[in-house]
Nanobody, 124 residues
Framework: QVQVVASGGGIVHTGTSLKISCAVS????????MGWFRQAPGKEREFVAG????????DYADSVKGRFTISRDNAKNTVWLQMDSLKPNDTADYSC?????????????????WGQGTQVTVSS
């Protein structure tokens, strides 16, 4: 079966960096877009970043554009989210998901396999 496993979260200070990863197995990873989403306490889950099957097309939420970078390695079946200049309002549970198609989307409906989240806490 398909497994999507996110890891690398932690507690960091404002202005620092953190890189989280997501490993996928059980499907042809290189055929699917990947997305990162986050959910803060009391808020709905929101799109953070997406990447196409080849890695050549990326998309970011306005709130993280210029600070976060999504990347992937199809040989390792892994996608990463590099988060720089972290702010307290980046605190959330971050989860990754496999896209139904090869291109990224901001809509959760367009992702079909979801992993458990990894908690990122940014202290002020």
């Amino acid at each position: 079966q398909v497994q999507v496993v996110a890891s690398g979260g932690g507690i960091v200070h404002t202005g620092t960096s953190l890189k989280i990863s997501c490993a996928v197995s059980g499907l042809t990873f290189s055929s699917h877009a990947m997305g990162w989403f986050r959910q803060a306490p009391g808020k709905e889950r929101e799109f953070v970043a997406g990447i196409s099957w080849s890695g050549t097309t990326t998309d970011y939420a306005d709130s993280v554009k210029g600070r976060f970078t999504i990347s992937r390695d199809n040989a390792k079946n892994t996608v990463w989210l590099q988060m720089d200049s972290l702010k307290p309002n980046d605190t959330a549970d971050y989860s990754c998901a496999t896209g139904r198609t090869s291109m990224p989307s901001r809509r959760q409906y367009n992702y079909n396999y979801w992993g458990q989240g990894t908690q990122v806490t940014v202290s002020s």
